[in-house]
């Protein structure tokens, strides 16, 4: 049985980061990661029209400012080829894979309290031990794969956008359906569009979009490569880890001119800084409404048929309780002739035919079918693991909601280490800012614990309670648990709603942390 210092589950951006950084410090490290390759999200997204929300210049490294100069964004938000192909630049630059087994899933962890060791299982049957097991499993990484009644009797092509076949699938001329109106889903459609020979768009619930406004990337990337330690210090200390201009105004106190201004302001600007254009949007239902009126208005402006306009406009929960899309032209595609919406709350699913999909009353025939269904998000891929201490289970203790100190521990688990686990902003934020913090986190964790000839850390019960209470608590205090959303679970039959994500922002949670780690550790049993 192959003994390391470190094990690190998956060689996305966070554990090829965390395995770079393990190294740095002179420890044995290994990554098992069950892709045939690097890149995580990128590496297994690669439907069409597949990109990030984020502006690449910060979805990107800070770690070595020469990776910085040297890597050139062609695009202000990156598509899933180049920033895959980051992925593999850094894995090559730094010689990553040499620490690597691919295509190997870890199915089983066992915690030993007499050696202070994890034994790794995986799914060929080999049997792996570590003092120390770090999950940098990713937020999205698990699908959602919902049941749909005769999905087996469909005569065409069936594709998951998570899992889209890496050659490409030829879509010219073909009846395709797209189930689902997420990110993936709105990106897909964007995409996919002008090619198909007829679209049809299955909504279940309406998306809150704003634009990109993405093209070339030349002038913003040699400004931001002027000042990059600038950025990255002020991203790190801001609410959600890249840079946006956050208001200190209320919109209760302005007029309604200025209102508009400051959302045309935003609007214009593109991107995911719209719904800060005001302190109050995400805790005032008033002002809440404010913004979600303007981005209808804005539909309506795009939409030509009054009617069908108004099934693309959310309605049904607060903006920006749910994940903001980021399009590049997703409303305007229902202008084309040969796009059409089912809207699920009239015609809800049936099931699906030989033919296509039988929606209320009336059969689609379809060549195509694309699922764009979602994530289990932020717990799927630790709960799709057996992790155990004696009798006790991971699944089992986060039956009712994941409970953790900082997202970065659970309790009961000892030196199992959680990368933008649940009850940190991670899916709130720039995830590399937050990537990068816990990287850095732990390995100082690490570190001091080799220093001081420790060998064991987990955090206490009452530290942990108090955690969790406390992201229940600040997320009580907004309007986003009102949201049937990934945040809350909502997307996953049986799974328990609880809200997630720490929504207090990336510069309040990284001065918790580092106090935290000041304190020796605080809320943590180190031996």
Not at 355 to 371: C, K, N, P, Q, S
Not at 406 to 414: I, R
Request: aromatic share 10%; proline share 4%; with cysteine.
């Amino acid at each position: 049985m192959r003994d390391h210092d470190v094990i690190v589950i998956g060689a996305g951006f966070s554990g090829l980061y965390q395995l770079h950084r393990l190294r740095q410090l002179g420890f044995d490290a290994h990554v098992l990661e069950a892709g045939g390759d690097v890149g995580g999200t990128w590496y297994w997204n690669r439907y069409p029209g597949a990109r990030c929300d984020v502006e690449s210049i910060e979805y990107s490294y800070s770690f070595d400012p020469r990776l910085e100069q040297e890597w050139d964004w062609s695009e202000r938000y990156s598509a899933q080829p180049e920033l895959l192909a980051y992925a593999q630049h850094v894995a090559e630059r730094y010689s990553l894979r040499q620490d690597i087994t691919f295509d190997t899933r870890v199915e089983r962890l066992d915690w030993d309290d007499d050696a202070t060791r994890w034994t790794v299982m995986t799914g060929d049957g080999e049997t792996r031990a570590a003092q120390f097991v770090i999950a940098a499993t990713g937020c999205l990484s698990v699908p959602s794969r919902p049941v749909f009644e005769g999905l087996e009797d469909f005569a065409g092509e069936l594709y998951w956008t998570s899992s889209w076949p890496h050659g490409g699938v030829d879509l010219a001329g073909k009846r395709v359906a797209v189930i689902g109106t997420g990110s993936s889903g709105l990106q897909t459609i964007t995409a996919i569009a002008p090619v198909v020979g007829e679209l049809t768009v299955f909504q279940r619930t309406a998306s809150f979009a704003v634009p990109a406004h993405n093209g070339p990337n030349d002038e913003r990337l040699a400004e931001a490569r002027t000042r990059y330690r600038e950025i990255r210090a002020s991203s790190r200390m801001s609410s959600s880890g890249f840079q946006c201009p956050d208001s200190t105004r209320l919109l209760a106190e302005a007029d309604a001119e200025d209102v508009r201004r400051e959302f045309d302001r935003r609007w214009a600007d593109g991107g995911l800084c719209f719904t800060d254009a005001f302190q109050e949007i995400l805790t005032d239902l008033a002002a809440n409404e404010a913004a979600a009126e303007y981005v209808r208005s804005r539909i309506r402006e795009k939409v030509k048929d009054p009617v069908l306009a108004e099934k693309l406009s959310p309605r049904a929960y607060p903006i920006a309780s749910k994940r903001m899309c980021v399009d590049t032209g997703y409303f305007e595609v229902y202008n084309q002739d040969n796009v059409s919406l089912v809207d699920l709350s009239e015609e809800p699913i049936r099931r699906i035919t030989g033919r296509g999909i039988l929606a209320g009353d009336t059969e689609h025939e379809f060549d195509v079918i694309v699922l764009a269904t979602g994530f289990d998000a932020m717990t799927g891929a630790l709960g799709a693991i057996d992790i155990r201490h004696g009798s006790r289970t991971l699944r089992e203790k986060w039956a009712h909601g994941p409970r953790t100190y900082l997202g970065l521990m659970s309790a009961g688990f000892p030196n199992l280490f959680t990368v933008t686990g649940p009850q940190s902003p991670s899916v709130l934020s720039n995830m590399m800012t937050s990537i990068e913090y816990h990287v850095d986190w732990i390995s100082c964790a690490l570190e001091h614990l080799r220093e001081h000839g420790l060998s064991r850390m987990e955090p206490t019960l009452e530290a942990e309670d108090n955690w969790v209470n406390t992201t229940n608590d600040l997320a009580a205090l907004t309007l986003m648990p009102r949201a049937a959303s990934w945040y809350m679970g909502a997307n996953i039959p049986g799974k328990q709603r609880v809200f997630m994500p720490f929504v207090g922002g990336v510069g309040t949670y990284r001065q918790i942390g580092e106090a935290v780690a000041m304190s020796y550790y605080h809320g943590f049993e180190l031996s």
